[in-house]
């Protein structure tokens, strides 16, 4: 149980083109997921985090207009790049939130997306 | 604000020898404890965690890890190690009641040796 979907697992697109990442959530129900970045030798670090039926919360120096997350469903959040540009390439990474067991102690992550701006 | 330090970026072993991932949290609050493993170009996994009770936690590859609260470490240990533990290991933290909100260390890259 707990798997966390990602799709697409890797992208190439155009310097200025918009691209849509996809997280899902296959056997429970979340209703918080995560995004993080990765960039090549780097860790992980925290861009948002998507709560099903409200608006995300950015961590600072993210920019909320570039980086649209739409947590639409319990088992659906997505992550739009708009206008990307080369320094957006990265490892993006998302986890989901266990509930209903009241300690939501585990993250589970998809397998994560690289994205490529050429 | 929570942090985490990794001390080693790097570790290099050579095969069957035992090893030493170091890890320290700081936290004015209650914190969850974590070691994910990543694989080149995939995602992370869970290796164990930390929640409350015995300090010493076990994964089921032979991984354990004792968390030391006066000395907010959570290191990472294996007796041997193999090939296929040559990894990036990330040691996190997440404050209890905070909903799985991680924040990592900067990692270490575990290379194994023959």
Known sequence: GAVVSQHPSWVICKSGTSVKIECRSLDFQATTMFWYRQFPKQSLMLMATSNEGS????????????????HASL???????????????????????????GMNTEAFFGQGTRLTVV | AQSVTQLDSQ????EEAPVELRCNYSSSVSVYLFWYVQYPNQGLQLLLKYLSGSTLVESINGF??????????FHLRKPSVHISDTAEYFCAVSVVGGYNKLIFGAGTRLAVHP
């Not at chain 1, 608006?55 to 739409?70: P, R």
């Not at chain 1, 790049?81 to 067991?101: K, L, N, Q």
């Not at chain 2, 570790?11 to 050579?14: A, E, G, I, R, W």
């Not at chain 2, 354990?64 to 470490?73: P, V």
């Open chain 2, 64 to 73: 354990e890890a004792e968390f030391n609260k006066s000395q907010t470490s």
């Open chain 1, 55 to 70: 608006k995300a919360t950015y961590e600072q120096g993210v920019e909320k207009d570039k980086f649209l997350i739409n």
């Open chain 2, 11 to 14: 570790v290099p072993v050579f």
């Open chain 1, 75 to 101: 088992t659906l959040s997505t992550l739009t790049v708009t206008s990307a540009h080369p320094e957006d390439s990265s490892f993006y990474i998302c986890s989901a939130a266990t509930i209903g067991t």
